[in-house]
């Protein structure tokens, strides 16, 4: 059965309101920007976050109000702000639920959610602040039923007696969206280079959306270098094609990060007021996904592809009259 859908669709019908939602890629590497943009388009809000190293993803979606409570443990387009703007100021003013794990607990509690597991068992955080202090408390916590009703518990280890551990909750993960290489209709993924979160958030959600680059046939995707194959398409739900939809980030051995425009967001993001006309021109002021990239224009998204024995997106001349 094809599970291929248009952008439009897949988020109407697998994005709701008040969601658990956690988005793959890494800071500036393979995230799902063009779900991102149809999201805000599209007006879905309140959402529980469970993030990995972010950058201008949730950024854009918290500094638009769409986030009720994120856990992460790292926000930046790394490069280009130390910290994301509209996060930081969301922070400061007191108007987001924001907790604060380590970035090795946090991958490691969504990976106990890929494996079923009730709560996870770690000795990690033990000995810093991020145990003696909470960004969402305990009272804040009760008013939300999607959030743990404790940050993490102290638990005897039941094979080594008088032994603290810090059991950390284990996230419900309602939507997870991943932009990946190439998938088929089946739902078959394919990511190369590293799969970050991406396969633990694809096995633990209730809904996963795969938006990709290449849209190819199942027995493509299954006979021919299958081993780089990375989800199942029973775990995914609809599949989206999406050519740059991790634009302006980078998507490995297909195209390089847009320094340019997040450059540009750097700049953009530092006021509400030239933040919300970014939005306007960029996410509101464009019907869709592929007016996106015709707003982009061709010249520049050639310029960011990938050169091969580089890694990246470079002037082959000029490096070879550099040696």
């Given at each position: 059965m094809?599970?291929?859908?248009n952008?439009?669709?897949a988020?109407?019908k697998?994005?709701?309101?008040?969601?658990v939602?956690?988005l793959?890629?890494f800071t500036?590497?393979r995230?799902p920007?063009?779900?991102v943009?149809?999201?805000?388009?599209q007006?879905?809000?309140?959402f529980i976050?469970?993030a990995?190293?972010a950058g201008g993803?949730?950024?854009?979606?918290i500094g638009?109000g769409?986030?009720?409570?994120?856990?992460?443990?790292?926000t930046a387009?790394?490069g280009?702000?130390?910290?994301?703007?509209?996060?930081?100021a969301a922070?400061?003013?007191?108007?987001?639920?924001?907790e604060?794990?380590?970035?090795?607990?946090?991958?490691?509690r969504?990976h106990?959610?890929a494996?079923g597991?009730?709560?996870?068992?770690?000795?990690?955080?033990m000995?810093s602040?991020?145990?003696d202090?909470?960004?969402?408390?305990?009272?804040?916590?009760q008013?939300?039923?999607?959030?743990?009703?404790d940050?993490?518990?102290?638990?005897e280890?039941?094979?080594?007696?008088?032994?603290?551990?810090?059991?950390?909750?284990?996230?419900?993960i309602?939507?997870?969206?991943?932009?990946?290489?190439?998938?088929?209709?089946d739902g078959t993924?394919?990511i190369?280079?590293?799969t970050f979160?991406?396969?633990?958030i694809a096995?633990a959600?209730r809904k996963?959306?795969?938006?990709?680059e290449e849209l190819?046939?199942?027995e493509?995707?299954k006979?021919?270098?299958a081993?780089?194959n990375k989800?199942?398409g029973f775990c995914?739900?609809?599949?989206v094609?999406a050519?740059?939809?991790?634009?302006?980030s980078?998507?490995?051995?297909?195209?390089?990060?847009?320094?340019?425009?997040y450059?540009?967001?750097?700049v953009?993001?530092?006021t509400?007021?030239?933040f919300?006309a970014?939005?306007?021109?960029?996410v509101y002021?464009?019907?869709?996904h592929?007016a996106y990239?015709n707003?982009?224009?061709a010249?520049r998204?050639i310029?960011?592809?990938?050169v091969?024995?580089?890694?990246?997106?470079?002037d082959?001349?000029?490096?070879?009259e550099?040696?």
């Amino acid at each position: 059965m094809s599970k291929v859908m248009n952008l439009k669709d897949a988020i109407a019908k697998y994005v709701e309101n008040g969601d658990v939602i956690s988005l793959g890629g890494f800071t500036t590497n393979r995230k799902p920007y063009a779900a991102v943009n149809e999201i805000l388009r599209q007006g879905q809000k309140d959402f529980i976050v469970e993030a990995g190293p972010a950058g201008g993803d949730w950024d854009t979606l918290i500094g638009a109000g769409r986030v009720k409570a994120y856990i992460n443990c790292y926000t930046a387009n790394s490069g280009y702000t130390n910290v994301s703007r509209r996060f930081r100021a969301a922070v400061e003013k007191g108007e987001l639920l924001m907790e604060d794990y380590s970035q090795d607990v946090e991958m490691q509690r969504i990976h106990a959610a890929a494996l079923g597991l009730p709560y996870l068992p770690v000795r990690l955080m033990m000995g810093s602040s991020l145990v003696d202090e909470w960004g969402i408390s305990k009272e804040e916590r009760q008013k939300i039923d999607k959030l743990p009703d404790d940050k993490f518990i102290y638990v005897e280890n039941p094979f080594k007696k008088g032994e603290k551990l810090v059991a950390a909750p284990v996230p419900e993960i309602d939507t997870a969206i991943i932009h990946v290489q190439m998938a088929s209709p089946d739902g078959t993924t394919r990511i190369l280079g590293n799969t970050f979160h991406d396969v633990d958030i694809a096995i633990a959600a209730r809904k996963v959306i795969v938006t990709c680059e290449e849209l190819v046939s199942d027995e493509y995707i299954k006979n021919f270098d299958a081993d780089e194959n990375k989800i199942p398409g029973f775990c995914v739900d609809a599949v989206v094609h999406a050519p740059f939809g991790a634009h302006p980030s980078q998507c490995y051995k297909y195209y390089d990060y847009d320094a340019d425009f997040y450059k540009m967001y750097n700049v953009k993001s530092k006021t509400e007021e030239d933040f919300n006309a970014f939005l306007d021109e960029w996410v509101y002021g464009v019907e869709d996904h592929d007016a996106y990239l015709n707003k982009l224009g061709a010249t520049r998204l050639i310029g960011l592809k990938d050169v091969p024995g580089f890694g990246y997106a470079t002037d082959v001349l000029k490096k070879g009259e550099e040696k």
